[in-house]
């Protein structure tokens, strides 16, 4: 069989293909493995940052980093994130740093360039995080500027006094084996100023829970910290945190890593020099910086989707949503809101809200004479929780029709729409014949209000909507009302809630929950 001149050269092409292939294979793994190896502390070669002129060497900084020892460069790269730009001692920190321990890289973090600029010692540099359209993207990048084994991170005003604290942390870091303590900190100035805390954090139901945490001879154990304190954490897993260093660092740091099960430990010493407390100079100036704490830690929380703050002291911080704004959610489609999609429940803020308007309008409709009962999902979620169902985004009550005239609030919204005195929203619902209350103008987290009249011993209604629960029903359920435990109240329900539910929505509602929609989304009850 003769081969064509088209076959041949096919041929060469495949062959050479494949030995292109397999060389870069071989280069490819002959990188990683040299990256491994740069990984345990052996010394980098300087590597050029495209576009930026400079040199990032084992340190991090330009050029040549000092040597740490005869064969390998230094293992901890310094890193002040937090401090502010209208007052600062980034400079006499760097200065404390690189006079006792000139061989180490020290990184000053800003999210944009400070203003007044920062003037830094030779050996300190600033690196942006905020991309620039003439600049790589490395530029920006705090991994591209960090080649050591671990990161010092240190906030404003912090000296070094003792050269060897920092062994003294990575011998600690490093006897932990790799274990569950991830992070090691020292305390600034004293074991006073921080306090170890356990942190955790339940993105289902939007909250993080601080509680504090008991302290040993040896040092604590625990979740997160509050204070000042100088942490040491591997470079490794700093950067396999989708937000390396996010402001406030602590809160971003801790809520991260209890996510992922890392412990931290606080050592009872060495204690880190604390020369310029208090930080700030003036109250203006500390005022501003406790309004950038706020503003800061707010838009943290809401990129990490976190609502609700539980404090140490049994405070709560709330970032979620108020009177004077939105709800946290849309238009909900299919009776699925969003956050179901996100394998989350309803935000606490908008429970919150959903337990105020529920009592608002519960007491108007008592002192007006309405007669009112816990109807559908609201009745099931006081029978199997005594309070809203943790995934529900409003609350029925059904009504007496012939009570309506009753209710000042209720008799005239044929006309139009009313806002109260306390600012809540009675108005006739757009979607069919019932009422609806909402939480403020802004804010449409409602009750709705369902009137019936009884015909012929049924409970009945002249229009009808697709909600499994707006259908006819004996009357006898509501001879006599009964009170029930809801929402930190007391409300009144049928007489017989199990039997009304199961009449509604089925048997074996109250013991087998579900999300409203199956179809669309399906409740994982093995993580109730």
Known sequence: MRISLCQGLLTGAIVLNLLILYY????Q????????????????????????????????????????????????????????????YVRDVANSFLHQRPELPFLAVADTTPYPPLVLPDGARLLVLSPAPDQPPQAHRPEFHIQTEFVLLVPDGVELE????????????????????????????????????????????????????ASGSSGSVCTALQGDAVILIRTEDLFNLSVPLGRPLFSSLFVQTSLRGWKV?????????????????????????????????????????????????GKEQWYGCSKETPRCFGTVQDDTPDYLY????????????????TKYVINILETSGVRYWLEGGTLLGAVRHQDIIPWDYDVDLGIYLEDIPNCDHLKNLDS????????????????????????????????????FYPRNGVMTKDTWTEHKQDVEFPEHFLQPLVPLSFAGMTAYGPNNPRAFLELKFGEGVVENPQYPNPVKKRLDRSKL
Not at 24 to 27: G, K, L
Not at 170 to 183: A, S
Not at 273 to 301: E, I, Y
Request: glycine letters at 10%; one cysteine or more; charged letters at 25%.
């Open 24 to 27: 870069v294979s071989r280069a």
């Open 29 to 88: 793994q002959q990188m990683m493995e040299k990256r491994k190896e740069l990984g345990r502390g052996t010394r980098r070669a300087a590597l050029p940052v495209p576009g930026l002129g400079v040199f990032i060497g084992a340190g991090g900084g330009p050029g040549m980093a000092g040597v740490e020892g005869h064969n390998r460069g230094p293992r901890v790269t310094v890193v002040l994130r937090e401090f502010e730009t209208f007052e600062n």
């Open 162 to 213: 003792q050269p060897r604290s920092i062994e003294r942390l990575i011998k600690e870091l490093e006897g932990e084996g790799g274990g569950p303590v991830r992070v090691v900190a020292a305390p600034v100035w004293a074991r006073s100023s921080v306090q170890c805390l356990h942190l955790r954090v339940n993105l289902k139901e939007w909250t993080a829970t601080y509680s504090p945490a």
């Open 265 to 313: 430990k606080l050592l009872e010493s060495p204690c880190f020099a604390a020369v310029h407390r208090p930080l700030f100079s003036s109250a203006h100036n500390q005022w501003k910086a406790d309004m950038c704490l706020k503003d800061t830690t707010g838009k943290l929380m809401k990129s990490f989707g976190l609502k609700r703050l539980l404090l140490p002291d």
């Open 342 to 357: 996100l394998d989350r429940w309803t935000p606490p803020c908008c429970l919150r809200a959903l337990r105020e308007t």
């Open 416 to 451: 139009g729409s009313l806002v109260d005195a306390n600012g809540y929203v009675w108005e006739r619902a757009v979607e069919g014949d019932f009422y609806r209350v909402q939480y403020s103008e802004a804010n449409h987290l409602h009750v709705d209000l369902w009137p």
